[in-house]
């Protein structure tokens, strides 16, 4: 019984279509695996991708400054005080599936901040012209350093003949449509030219934007009706939000600003000086800090405790999700020992002083006096006087020539076209090929004309 069965078997693989068959199933399996990584893994992998790698994710913190206190006078009168606004602001989000799908978010997004009467606050380095072409607005080095970054270099260097030379047309095709490698903003033809121009700008501020977690401003100073159409579409506008900020004003500016100071944010080395010596670094070039005066002095009280972000980040820097840790704490109100209404009094006196002091000095002539030799010697000619109230704008010269100009404005210009065209009329004379004057021989006024003229 068992031999027989050994012989069955043996008949069985001596037949060529026993391998044949073998061969086929190991191919059909093949192809079904094949098929299965293709349909089914593929798919999960640019899911997986295209939302930013969320299996591999890190974690970043982002702060926000708090309000800054008040600042008071001994009565307590106020001095320096807030502003409160709101700003649309940006993150590159990874809840973005296409390159459609983002910019679908930004056309609608820069349909309800148009339609609301606000424009993007971006700058970008390709705009339409007056005839409706595609042109640079910068030139040099500028221009270049936007090359490297809308061809994604790591530096100018880097750029071929070809990239440098590139029109301004060939640089938004790329960013629209990319290239064999890239896909680039991927912006559809369906969208018109200037639409499509704003779409670019955003994402070429998304592009650059760094670290890729931080935060950009689209607009700034929106009313409520567009704060209302933001928060209405939050869901259809992932990545976008509305930051609350706060401006610094100060009353009585003229006698104080010497004293209170003013805020800024900080440059680089500032921001390294605060942070030295903290368990973390809290500040950064978006802080806002004192600068000079009481601002600069008390500023660990008045700016308070700033506000904690946990960032969810994705190995490409994209936002996966937001945490709030902790909310910005006020900070806290000063009072000086500065009286308002006698530093007010005390700086009218000073003026004054000053002002009788210049006054006594005024001389209806060319003259300066003893200038150099003794202070009370020094004399100011008029023609001085006349001159700086025309170059610092007191006086605005072209109401002379206004219908309801005085008689005396009238007068005087009347009086400067006359000596214009006399000086024009000299000064061609003398410029003529013809001319036989030579430049010793004029007079001072005249060789500071020509002096001009050559420079």
Known sequence: MFDAFLNKLKELFSSRLVYLSILIIVLFSILVGRMYSLQILAVATEESNTAGDSNYQSYRLRYSDSVRGNIYDRNGNLLAYNVLSYNIVMSNSANYNSNAERNAMIAKLIDIVER??????????????????????????????????????????????????ASAEDVF??????????????????????????????????????????????????????????????????GVEIRQVT?????????????????????????????????????????????????????????????????????????????VKSSPVAGDDIYLTID???????????????????????????????????????????YEVYNAFIANSVLDISHFQADDATELEQKIYSTYKTKEAQVLDKLHDILSYSSPTINSKLTDEYEGYIDYVYS
Request: hydrophobic share 35%; charged share 20%.
């Open 116 to 165: 609301n009467g606000y424009e993007l606050e971006l700058d970008f380095a390709i705009e339409l012209d007056e005839n409706g072409e595609l042109a640079f607005n910068l030139t040099g080095n500028s221009l270049l350093r936007f090359k490297k970054n809308a061809y994604c270099l790591p530096s100018v260097s880097k750029l071929t003949e070809e990239q440098i030379d």
């Open 173 to 238: 095709n790329f960013l629209k449509h990319g290239n064999k490698t890239s896909s680039m903003f991927g912006i559809s033809d369906d969208y018109p030219i200037d639409l499509a121009l704003k779409i670019m700008t955003v994402r070429y501020a998304l592009l650059t934007l760094y670290p890729q977690y931080s935060q950009f401003t689209i607009c700034s100073d929106v009313d409520g009706v567009t704060i209302a159409a933001i928060e209405e579409n939050s869901a259809e506008l992932k």
């Open 247 to 323: 401006s610094r004003v100060y009353n009585d500016s003229l006698f104080f600003a010497h004293i209170l100071g003013y805020t800024g944010k900080a440059t680089e080395e500032e921001a390294e000086a605060l942070n030295a010596g903290l368990e973390e670094d809290i500040y950064n070039t978006s802080s806002v800090i004192g600068k000079t005066g009481i601002e600069k002095e008390m500023d660990s009280l008045l700016r308070g405790q700033s506000g904690v972000e946990e960032l969810s980040v994705s190995t490409s820097g994209k936002i996966i999700s937001t945490t």
């Open 340 to 382: 308002r209404e006698l530093q007010i009094a005390c700086y009218h006196i000073l003026e004054n002083n000053i002002a009788a002091i210049l006054l006594s000095k005024i001389v209806n002539s060319m003259s300066y006096g003893g200038k150099g030799d003794s202070a009370s010697k020094i004399t100011i000619p008029i």
